[in-house]
């Protein structure tokens, strides 16, 4: 197994204890803890060189936007992209909506087809359903196999050249299933559509490659690996960029405003209306060199550890059910389970009186959770500074829980 | 007791386990339903009020063990009472549970002397976050009288 345990003296919010046990924080899928590196980032922009981007001749604004730029470079290298092709935005919803609005507004027509799968978050439905309603296309869902995964047999009568898009995650926040990326991306060439894939739990967990990804889109957020909340990232393939509107207008994104019409600044700026998040993406930056030093591929093995040690010990506690696949090679290390017949919400408060953070609830994603035919599951979720240890604590809290509730 | 063995309570897990009066209404009756959005905790009210008086009770939906025990217990509490009641008793809970204004009715000298059953449901109180799982069933039914009037 792969040893990061020296990595958790960088988290300082680790050392807290809740309800007089040490911190035991399982919901990574939800956001992520900050290392000290990412926090001083941001504070010492606040206090050394605090100025608006873009256009500021003094040397402080000069610092900030090159801080902010370089930021972006290392964005796009963390994915393996161009530094150009990769849009800052408030995260993965807004990115998913810069899409769904500024490429479907324009290419999808009555008649069309938008592929979804089951597994989607409601921040890869509801937009396309938005859009839906303005231009009069069709939703269509692949539904979720007895493993958990996307079920890909009736795939062939799905997908027709009335397809314009295909849009999955890539990693399921509730089950933590791998979406069927390869095979999507083969069935939409083949019939034009373009892909687009909510990376959100998929770029924290998982090396990342755009070019062997071989999708048209990819959305992320930084605060699900290590970064600040309000930023996040939108990558395109340059020609499609080029070609989408601007879903918001103002300053920043054009390069030319007259009375009755303006003309745009070049991508990635077009997209970028208003002052960005400007502390927010050094932070982002930071967070993914704090990644890259570790060594994605690290980090994947890791979490395939872990997430078999946490499947193997749940499995072992009476009347657990876990909603995921069971091969690590196939899932990230987002768990969801159910424990008899005590909701998901019981579970979360009891376990927090032992200082174990899990999330409870229908996670976003309520299509899939009628599916599973579960109002509610309990989530375990995993990253960097976790620690077989940690899952040892939740299932000593889920012990308790099942204690509180009379199971025997 | 611990704070979790104060939060759910015998009287609670009996219940959510057993709830009362749980089914759906034929007939012409008041409806109403709530819902917490943010955990999805979802409760559904059929009542029959018969010359001012709550001849009859049916609740559905599904949630946390404190939402359902606080809405069956609820129902077992209200059937046969007059309306003019039923408000006093859920002013008098969400008093106690400090959703509404005025000092908390429960004689701490004299438990379950005042809302009987339901005080068990005190222990939410040290949980703020649960509040509204046990405040659910009870908004529901001032929206069902409501409907009432």
């Known amino acids: 197994m792969t040893d990061l345990s020296h990595l958790r003296s960088d988290f300082p919010i680790l050392q807290r204890e809740i309800n007089g046990y040490p911190l035991t924080y399982l919901d990574s899928a939800a956001t992520t803890q900050k290392p000290e590196q990412v926090i001083e ?38 994915i393996g992209a161009r530094t150009e092709e990769l849009v800052f935005t408030r995260g993965t919803t807004s990115a998913l909506n810069f899409i769904a609005y500024g490429w479907g507004l324009d290419n999808l027509h009555e008649g069309d087809k938008v592929v979804l799968t089951m597994m989607e978050h409601h921040s890869n439905i509801v937009p396309w359903q938005i859009i839906s309603r303005h231009t009069g296309c069709e939703l269509v869902y692949l539904p979720i196999d007895e493993g958990f995964e996307v079920d890909l047999t009736d795939l062939e009568s799905v997908i027709d ?78 020609e499609l960029l080029e070609a989408m509107e601007p879903t918001e207008g103002g300053g920043e994104m054009i390069s030319d405003v007259q009375l009755y019409d303006s003309r745009w600044a070049p991508v990635p700026h077009k997209f970028e209306a208003g002052t960005p998040p400007i502390a927010q ?40 059910e876990v909603f995921g696949p069971r091969d690590v090679e196939r899932r990230g290390g987002a768990v969801s389970f159910q424990l008899g017949d005590i909701h998901a919400h019981d579970i979360a408060t009891i376990v927090d009186q032992y200082g174990v953070a899990v999330r409870a609830g229908h996670h976003c994603a309520k299509p899939l959770m009628r599916h599973l035919a579960v109002p509610a599951t309990a989530r375990a979720s995993f990253y960097v500074y976790n620690t077989n240890e940690d899952v040892d ?4 809290a889920l012990e308790q829980a099942r204690d509180v509730f009379g199971l025997t | 007791m611990t704070s979790l063995d104060e939060l759910y309570r015998e009287v609670i897990l009996d219940h959510y386990r057993n709830p009362r009066h749980r089914g759906s209404l034929s007939g012409p009756h008041i409806h109403a339903e709530g819902q917490n959005p ?11 009020i018969e010359d001012g008086i709550v001849k009859d009770v049916a609740i559905n939906g599904q949630g946390c063990s404190i939402s359902q025990a606080s809405g069956s217990m609820m129902a077992d509490k209200i059937v046969g009472m007059s309306v003019e009641d039923v408000r006093d008793v859920a002013h008098k809970f969400k008093t106690m549970m400090t959703i509404e204004e005025g000092e908390n009715p429960v004689d701490p000298d004299r438990p379950g002397s ?27 039914l001032q929206d069902a009288l409501a409907q009432s009037d």
């Open chain 1, 41 to 78: 980032a941001i504070d010492t922009y606040y206090r050394m060189y605090n100025a608006n981007v873009h256009r500021g001749a003094y040397t402080i604004a000069t610092e900030a936007t090159d801080a902010y730029e370089a930021a972006r470079a290392k964005v796009a290298d963390f």
């Open chain 1, 161 to 238: 050249d009335r397809v314009k898009v295909i849009t999955v995650s890539a990693m399921s926040n509730v089950t933590g299933a791998l979406g069927p990326v390869a095979a999507l991306v083969e069935a939409g060439r083949a019939v034009g559509a373009i892909i687009v894939l909510d990376g959100a739990q998929f770029v924290p967990h998982m090396p990342t490659d755009v070019t062997e990804l071989g999708a048209d889109f990819l959305a992320f957020s930084a605060h699900k690996m290590l970064g600040p909340t309000g930023i996040g990232a939108l990558w395109g393939r340059p």
């Open chain 1, 281 to 320: 993406a050094i932070g982002f930056g930071t967070a993914v060199d704090y990644l890259s030093k570790i060594g994605m591929t690290d980090v994947r093995d890791h979490e395939k550890a872990i997430t078999a040690y946490a499947l193997e010990r749940l499995a072992a506690v009476p009347d657990l």
């Open chain 1, 393 to 396: 604590r939740l299932v000593a």
């Open chain 2, 38 to 48: 943010s955990c999805g905790d979802e409760f559904f009210l059929d009542l029959i």
């Open chain 2, 114 to 140: 005042v809302l009987g059953d339901l005080e068990a449901l005190q222990g939410v109180r040290k949980f703020p976050v649960r509040i509204k799982c046990a405040d659910l069933a009870w908004t529901t």
